[in-house]
């Protein structure tokens, strides 16, 4: 079983509409981050979690939320999802050295 | 500004040594690291280096860096086309955080 598992792995959905994509975690981590994939970008920070109590901006923050729900669980929110949100998501949790763990991704369609 | 930069493409044959480069900006980086993503992939990390260090060397992974000029490498020995993949190099700007800056990453062709 993976350690950091996203769902749903592939979603089409429309501009204007609301969509969740989650993101779970075995690894017993206290530290979670989202980050987008654009070909040609490489990876961009959206949001990081300390803990349940602790939610902090990363680069590209804006149209997106994020809800730390339990220490294992972190979504990612698109409150009204738009064309140039299409990308690839990742989720990844992070040891204490410094090694981040990556989900095997979201890829989001936004028509 | 944070910025990390790699070349977009890299081919070799099978059996050649490839090296990806990476520049990047901020000195205060504390740890730089190599990431791979095979296709529908998530990133796997294939190693990093403190940045007081020179090289670290790990099987056919060899990791150059060089503080003065900002540059980080990666040398594959032998490659094979199983290392085919996209190569991500990022640097970790602020321990506490766990906020790493990554490059564009590198595309690399293994031909038989």
């Known amino acids: 079983d993976a350690d950091v598992t996203q769902t749903p792995r592939n979603r089409i959905t429309k501009t204007g509409k609301r969509i969740m994509l989650e993101c779970s975690q075995t690894?017993?981590?206290?530290?979670m981050y989202w980050y987008r994939q654009d070909p040609g970008l490489g990876l961009r920070l959206i949001y990081y979690s300390f803990d349940v109590k602790d939610i902090n901006k990363g680069e590209i923050s804006d149209g997106y939320s994020v809800s730390r729900q339990a220490q294992a669980k972190f979504s990612l929110s698109l409150e009204s999802a738009i064309p140039n949100q299409t990308a690839l998501y990742f989720c990844?949790?992070?040891?204490?050295?410094?090694?981040?763990?990556f989900g095997e991704g979201s890829r989001l369609t936004v028509l | 500004g944070e910025d990390v930069e790699q070349s977009l493409f890299l081919s070799v044959r099978e059996g050649d040594s490839s090296v990806i480069n990476c520049t990047y900006t901020d000195s205060s980086s504390t740890y730089l690291y190599w990431y791979k993503q095979e296709p529908g992939a998530g990133l796997q990390l294939l190693t990093y280096?403190?940045?007081?260090?020179d090289m670290k060397q790990d099987q056919r992974l060899t990791v150059l860096l060089n503080k003065k000029d900002k540059h980080l490498s990666l040398r594959i020995a032998d490659t094979q086309t199983g290392d085919s993949a996209i190569y991500f190099c990022a640097e970790s700007i602020k321990v506490n955080t766990g906020k790493l800056i990554f490059g564009q990453g590198t595309t690399l062709q293994v031909k038989p």
């Open positions: 690894k017993g981590h206290d530290r």
């Open positions: 990844a949790t992070k040891t204490d050295t410094g090694e981040l763990f």
């Open positions: 280096i403190f940045s007081n260090m």
